[in-house]
């Protein structure tokens, strides 16, 4: 009798996170992240391939394999390494139009996966690739080519059985697992010490003096941050409030943009302090799940048919 | 019979989208029972600028000395990376390799400033040096205070009759 009691008290809660997780969602809402989030990938991967083929000239000797490339016991052929980068440029494009996409999103998800890893295992995993291609792959498992594709005449699909809700839930939890990570990493190594302000001053510097010894380009306000540092306990406060409170950002609605714009402006923050770029926030796409997306990467294609009418009007 | 083939389609459809889910939520927020500083790629403990940091920093680092024996900074490109993180790693694993290590990097930097008919900067530079230095990164930002540096290994840049 207790156990069927405690099974019912269980099955609530249950029951209500999986009307939650499953709410409805137009099918144009994970399309439009779709298009964003593929559109984001063809051009990022188009900007490194120069560095992809560069790094793969590198020594064996400095090759040190992460996540997947791990099956590699030596580098591959530098041709070999910029084939399938191009290769899953191509993949990207068809991904992004929705073109054949039970078979190309897949396979641009291994390629992007793939030749990032490849990137990060040279000595230096690069953290501005992941949230990428774990969007990636989570939209190639969702049915995010039911609406807005180059697919002429072909008939209109009905709405799968789960629905469209579920995958950009999905997509906004990575995005919100990536950030609480980033908080929980910095408590486990540096402790609470990391909310008084020196910590993030040395962080400063120190990223800021490799730059300057090695010839990048030191951050428009380390000088500055590094001679004054007053204030800098209330941005490191900022800063965990920002990475630890991103679960409350799957609340929805004005708690997503408040968290939103706050995760905005902490890397626009970390540009100004260590000129460290992290494109995919800062171009606001890892943020788009949080919102109603096809609003905003529809108002182009709006607008444009909105210019036709008026001058059909006008004639 | 039809509804009961729709509502069992629905079932299925909902498990497939939940194990998707869970899976990858999961897959994502498994770092966590890692050593935070495991980290890995795509999946990661997302360590960035939270390993404590003192302000004293040992590190290395390439020049190039010019004839009249100015230092120039070398850009990461000359280390065969265009990024600065990745160009640190490379030299911190030479320097730990030991002297052979050292002096084939240091070789490699050289063909690259001698290849690199871009960049008018480095036309002058003559030999580059594999140095280690030891900092105090606030002191050299803030007052532009240079700490001690030794050099590891150095080579000539070998130049045509014609760039000379």
Same mark, same amino acid.
């Given at each position: 009798?207790?156990?069927?009691?405690?099974?019912?008290?269980?099955?609530?809660?249950?029951?209500? %996170?999986?009307?939650?997780?499953?709410?409805? +969602?137009?099918?144009?809402?994970?399309?439009?992240?779709?298009?964003?989030?593929?559109?984001?990938?063809?051009?990022?991967?188009?900007?490194?391939?120069?560095?992809? @083929?560069?790094?793969?000239?590198?020594?064996?000797?400095?090759? &040190?394999?992460?996540?997947?490339?791990?099956?590699?016991?030596?580098?591959?052929?530098?041709?070999?390494?910029?084939?399938? =980068?191009? !290769?899953?440029?191509?993949?990207?494009?068809?991904?992004?139009?929705?073109?054949?996409?039970?078979?190309?999103?897949? %396979?641009?998800?291994?390629?992007?996966?793939?030749?990032?890893?490849?990137?990060?295992?040279?000595?230096?995993?690069?953290?501005?690739?992941?949230?990428?291609?774990?969007?990636?792959?989570?939209?190639?498992?969702?049915?995010?080519?039911?609406?807005?594709?180059?697919?002429? $005449?072909?008939?209109?699909?009905?709405?799968?059985?789960?629905?469209? $809700? /579920?995958?950009?839930?999905?997509? !906004? =939890?990575?995005?919100? &697992?990536?950030?609480?990570?980033?908080?929980?990493?910095?408590?486990?190594?540096? #402790?609470?010490? /990391?909310?008084?302000?020196?910590?993030?001053?040395?962080?400063? =510097?120190?990223?800021?003096?490799?730059?300057?010894?090695?010839?990048?380009?030191?951050?428009?306000?380390?000088?500055?941050?590094?001679?004054?540092?007053?204030?800098?306990?209330?941005?490191?406060?900022?800063?965990?409030?920002?990475?630890?409170?991103?679960?409350? +950002?799957?609340?929805? $609605?004005?708690?997503?943009?408040?968290?939103? /714009?706050?995760?905005?402006?902490?890397?626009?923050?970390?540009?100004?302090?260590?000129?460290?770029?992290?494109?995919?926030?800062?171009?606001?796409?890892?943020?788009?799940?949080?919102?109603?997306?096809?609003?905003?990467?529809?108002?182009?294609?709006? /607008?444009?048919?909105?210019?036709?009418?008026? !001058?059909?009007? +006008?004639? | 019979?039809?509804?009961?083939?729709?509502?069992?389609?629905?079932?299925?459809?909902?498990?497939?989208?939940?194990?998707?889910?869970?899976?990858?939520?999961?897959?994502?927020?498994?770092?966590?029972?890692?050593?935070?500083?495991?980290?890995?790629?795509?999946?990661?403990?997302?360590?960035?600028?939270?390993?404590?940091?003192?302000?004293?920093?040992?590190?290395?680092?390439?020049?190039?000395?010019?004839?009249?024996?100015?230092?120039?900074? %070398?850009?990461?490109?000359?280390?065969?990376? #265009?990024?600065?993180?990745?160009?640190?790693?490379?030299?911190?694993?030479?320097?730990?390799?030991?002297?052979?290590?050292?002096? +084939?990097?240091?070789?490699?930097? &050289? $063909?690259?400033?001698? =290849?690199?008919?871009?960049?008018?900067?480095?036309?002058?530079?003559?030999?580059?040096?594999?140095?280690?230095?030891?900092?105090?990164?606030?002191?050299?930002?803030?007052?532009?205070?240079?700490?001690?540096?030794?050099?590891?290994?150095?080579?000539? @840049?070998?130049?045509?009759?014609?760039?000379?």
């Amino acid at each position: 009798m207790g156990e069927l009691r405690c099974a019912a008290e269980l099955a609530q809660p249950m029951s209500r %996170l999986a009307r939650w997780w499953f709410a409805p +969602a137009p099918p144009e809402r994970l399309a439009a992240l779709r298009i964003a989030i593929g559109g984001f990938a063809v051009l990022w991967m188009i900007a490194r391939l120069p560095e992809v @083929v560069s790094v793969a000239r590198l020594p064996a000797a400095v090759f &040190a394999p992460v996540g997947v490339i791990r099956v590699l016991g030596a580098p591959l052929p530098v041709i070999a390494v910029a084939a399938i =980068a191009v !290769a899953t440029v191509g993949l990207l494009v068809a991904f992004t139009a929705g073109l054949g996409y039970r078979v190309t999103a897949p %396979l641009a998800a291994i390629g992007l996966l793939w030749t990032l890893a490849y990137r990060s295992s040279w000595g230096m995993v690069f953290h501005t690739d992941n949230l990428l291609v774990l969007h990636v792959i989570a939209l190639a498992l969702a049915p995010a080519a039911d609406a807005w594709t180059i697919r002429r $005449g072909a008939p209109a699909r009905a709405a799968p059985a789960a629905g469209y $809700g /579920w995958a950009i839930k999905l997509l !906004a =939890a990575i995005t919100c &697992a990536a950030y609480l990570l980033a908080g929980i990493a910095k408590l486990r190594l540096a #402790g609470l010490s /990391w909310l008084d302000g020196g910590q993030l001053r040395n962080q400063i =510097a120190v990223d800021n003096l490799r730059k300057a010894l090695l010839g990048g380009t030191v951050a428009p306000l380390a000088r500055f941050l590094v001679s004054h540092p007053d204030g800098l306990a209330v941005c490191s406060l900022l800063t965990m409030g920002i990475e630890l409170g991103a679960p409350l +950002a799957l609340l929805g $609605g004005r708690f997503a943009r408040i968290w939103a /714009w706050g995760a905005w402006w902490f890397h626009a923050g970390v540009v100004l302090a260590m000129n460290v770029w992290f494109p995919y926030p800062l171009a606001g796409v890892a943020f788009l799940p949080l919102i109603e997306a096809e609003h905003l990467v529809g108002w182009p294609a709006r /607008w444009w048919r909105s210019r036709g009418m008026r !001058a059909a009007r +006008a004639r | 019979m039809a509804h009961a083939v729709v509502d069992v389609t629905a079932r299925d459809g909902r498990w497939v989208a939940t194990i998707v889910s869970i899976g990858l939520v999961g897959a994502t927020l498994a770092p966590v029972l890692r050593a935070p500083d495991d980290d890995g790629f795509p999946l990661s403990t997302f360590p960035m600028f939270a390993t404590p940091q003192p302000a004293q920093v040992a590190m290395s680092y390439a020049r190039g000395v010019t004839r009249d024996g100015r230092v120039r900074v %070398l850009s990461p490109d000359h280390l065969g990376t #265009g990024e600065v993180l990745q160009a640190f790693a490379l030299i911190q694993r030479a320097v730990d390799r030991g002297e052979s290590a050292r002096l +084939a990097l240091c070789t490699a930097i &050289a $063909g690259r400033v001698a =290849a690199d008919a871009a960049d008018a900067a480095d036309r002058d530079v003559v030999e580059i040096r594999l140095v280690a230095g030891m900092h105090d990164a606030v002191d050299y930002l803030a007052h532009g205070a240079v700490g001690r540096e030794v050099t590891w290994a150095s080579c000539d @840049v070998p130049r045509s009759s014609r760039s000379r």
